[in-house]
């Protein structure tokens, strides 16, 4: 079975810094992959995803990642953050062309950026 | 934007009492899911629905949980005695399945809050 990890549990940045957050995926074969945001008191929001192609995604509000396959990584990052990007961060991972299409989620990251 | 909508948004019950959450996934999606998420823990896969029956589910997802889409709209999570330890956010998600390129991707209801006491 696949799963998913990501070692940052708690990410705290000042506005304007670089942001990376690691996200490493067990599975040997092919696999989707997804990052999802949840804001304070909000429901789960899809950043980005990747299915093929080109392995650097963009997303919404300036987040992309890049797939890297012989690392079975994806990970998230943005040039600048500002205050609003302080959430919960989840990486996920689907296996395509399965019947149940269930998504993998790692523990998240809680990113804090001060102001 | 379509979107999947959850009722109750907040749900407090007595311990051992049955509780019936309720979605209504996206209207031409084929596949249904419910997550949980206890508070500070990651998001976990419950069960996993499609044509009428699961596909799928955790080890979470014992015989006090089951799943109905009773009238083709609506998608329930039924846990019949509940404990304090169902305590969680439960998160419905819908999905178009493998038909096309990238229909694969789940969308998120806002979830219900169920606090057993």
């Known amino acids: 079975a696949q799963s998913v990890s990501q070692h940052n549990h708690h990410v705290i940045l000042s506005e304007a810094a670089s942001l990376e957050l690691g996200c490493n995926y067990s599975y040997g074969g092919t696999v989707n992959l997804f990052w999802y945001v949840q804001y304070p008191g909000q429901h789960l929001q899809l950043l980005l995803k990747?299915?093929?192609?080109?392995?650097l995604v963009k997303g919404i509000k300036g987040f992309e990642a890049e797939f890297i396959k012989s690392k079975f990584s994806f990970n998230l990052r943005k040039p600048s953050v500002q205050w609003s990007d302080t959430a919960e961060y989840f990486c996920a991972v689907t296996i395509p062309n399965t019947n149940a299409g269930k998504s993998t989620f790692g523990d998240g990251t809680t990113l804090t950026v001060k102001p | 934007e379509p979107e999947v909508t959850q009722t109750p948004s907040h749900q407090v019950t007595q311990m051992g009492q049955e509780v019936i959450l309720r979605c209504v996934p996206i209207?031409?999606?084929?596949?249904f899911y419910w997550y949980r998420q206890i508070l500070g823990q990651k998001v976990e896969f419950l069960v996993s629905?499609?044509?009428?029956?699961?596909?799928?589910k955790s080890e979470i997802f014992d015989d006090q949980f089951s799943v109905e889409r009773p009238d083709g709209s609506n998608f329930t999570l039924k846990i019949r005695s509940t404990k304090l330890e169902d305590s969680a956010m439960y998160f419905c998600?819908?999905?178009?399945?493998?038909?096309?390129?990238?229909?694969?991707?789940?969308?998120f209801g806002a979830g219900s809050r169920l606090t057993v006491l």
């Open positions: 629905f499609y044509n009428n029956e699961i596909s799928e």
């Open positions: 998600a819908s999905s178009g399945g493998w038909s096309r390129p990238g229909a694969n991707v789940l969308t």
């Open positions: 209207s031409n999606h084929l596949y």
């Open positions: 990747y299915f093929s192609g080109d392995p």
